[in-house]
Structure formats: structure tokens, C-alpha cells
């Protein structure tokens, strides 16, 4: 089955930095790779996902690159602000037609004002 | 908006009885619905796969005569932990699938915090 590691698993930047989150999979069948935001005693919420026919995509200050080849995807978050700190959470799916996704193991983004 | 909501949001209970939580689909009639659990600093984990009209599929090391699920409608699924003892205490989630049709599109719902004292 599919296989995902997230690094780093806590992540701490000053205000206005640069955040990324990096994710491997192990499954080349896999199409799909959503990312998740967890605030702390909430449900995961989608803010963003990539298909294996696109290499980057972006929606304002957060953007998710996909390597292929490699089978790597990132997240990249911009000028980050206190209302960025949550746990961060990858994802692949689609192997085999499958709705269900093979989750990393969280990233604890912490943003110091 | 939401499109899945859960309830209760938070639930406290005895040990040895049973506890059920609701998961209902806001926008969409949902054939199929998901069950996670997830405890403190862990990722998500899948407990079941909720099918509206037939049997959940469990996954392994999950106990089907613990954790009832039932999906008696196309809006409403849910999951009554039965007989619950202290290790039970945990943040379940719901989710559904997306409507596009696009595979692996998952909305999930606020959570709710079980107990067991």
C-alpha cells in the first residue's frame, strides 16, 4: 500500500517568513495529493490540493509543487502570520480508484509574532 | 461554509456504556462516508468506510461490534461506541467524499472529543 513521510514534524518561523513542508509517497499510481490544516480541536480542512497532471499550483500565499519522478510534493507558505500556526497534514490518494487518503504524519507550524 | 457537520462536539461518558455520534452531509447526498479516529499528536487514522444501505467496511484491527456504524440515509451516518472504556478517548472524525467525481477529494467534520472516565 501507499506510504507517506512528512518532515519537518514541527516547524517554527518568525512572522512574515517563508514556511515549507515536505512530502514523499511510495505508490507511483498514485493522482492525487490534498493538504490539510488542523487547528487544534478542529477537523482537518483542505487548503489546497494538486493532481499528477499538474506540477505547481498556487492560491495566494500558499502553492504545492509535485516532483513525478522523484514522488515528492511540497507546501510552500508565504510571508506566514500567527493565523498560519496549526498542524499540516499531506496526503496521496487515487491508487486504484481509491477515495481514501494515505495521510503524512503532521507538521506542527508554530508562526512567532 | 461547512459541508459536514458533527455531533456532538464533545462528548463525556462512563466507562462501559455506549455513546453514539452523528455525522451528517450539509450539501450532498453522500452514498459513502468515512470514519477516522485520531489521537493527541498522531495523524489521522481510517476506522471505517460508512456505505449508505449496507454494511461499513472496517479496517483491519477495528472492532466491528464496538464501533456500530450505521448510514440509514444519504445525509446522516453514524457511529455509537459501544461498551467504552478509558482507551476509547479520542477526537473522531467524519468526512465525505467530494462531489466532483474527482478521486480522492475527502471534506472532513469539526471532530468530536470522546471521554471515557
Known amino acids: 500500500g501507499e506510504n507517506v513521510e512528512q518532515h519537518p514534524s514541527t516547524l517554527s518561523v518568525q512572522e512574515g517568513d517563508s514556511a515549507v513542508i515536505k512530502c514523499t509517497y511510495s505508490?507511483?499510481?498514485?493522482?492525487?495529493f490534498p493538504w490539510y490544516k488542523q487547528e487544534l480541536g478542529k477537523g482537518p480542512q483542505l487548503i489546497i490540493d494538486?493532481?499528477?497532471?499538474?506540477g505547481e499550483k498556487k492560491d495566494q500565499r500558499i502553492a504545492v509543487t509535485l516532483n513525478k519522478t522523484a514522488k515528492h510534493f511540497s507546501l510552500h507558505i508565504t510571508e506566514t502570520q500567527p493565523e498560519d500556526s496549526a498542524v499540516y497534514f499531506c496526503?496521496?490518494?487515487?491508487?486504484?480508484?481509491?477515495?481514501?487518503?494515505?495521510f503524512g504524519r503532521g507538521t506542527s507550524l508554530i508562526v512567532h509574532p | 461554509g461547512a459541508v459536514v457537520s458533527q455531533h456532538p462536539s464533545w462528548v463525556i461518558c462512563k466507562s462501559g456504556t455506549s455513546v453514539k455520534i452523528e455525522c451528517r452531509s450539509l450539501?450532498?447526498?453522500?452514498?459513502?462516508m468515512f470514519w477516522y479516529r485520531q489521537f493527541p499528536k498522531q495523524s489521522l487514522m481510517l476506522m471505517a468506510t460508512?456505505?449508505?444501505?449496507?454494511?461499513?467496511?472496517?479496517e483491519q484491527g477495528v472492532e466491528k461490534d464496538k464501533f456500530l456504524i450505521n448510514h440509514a440515509s444519504l445525509t446522516l451516518s453514524t457511529l455509537t461506541v459501544t461498551s467504552a472504556h478509558p482507551e476509547d478517548s479520542s477526537f473522531y472524525i467524519c468526512?465525505?467524499?467530494?462531489?466532483?467525481?474527482?478521486?480522492?477529494?475527502?471534506?472532513f467534520g469539526p471532530g468530536t472529543r470522546l471521554t471515557v472516565t
Open positions: 496526503a496521496a490518494s487515487g491508487s486504484g480508484g481509491s477515495y481514501i487518503p494515505t
Open positions: 505508490d507511483s499510481a498514485s493522482n492525487y
Open positions: 494538486i493532481r499528477s497532471n499538474v
Open positions: 450539501d450532498f447526498q453522500a452514498t459513502t
Open positions: 460508512s456505505n449508505e444501505g449496507s454494511k461499513a467496511t472496517y
Open positions: 468526512s465525505r467524499a467530494g462531489t466532483g467525481g474527482l478521486v480522492g477529494e475527502q471534506y
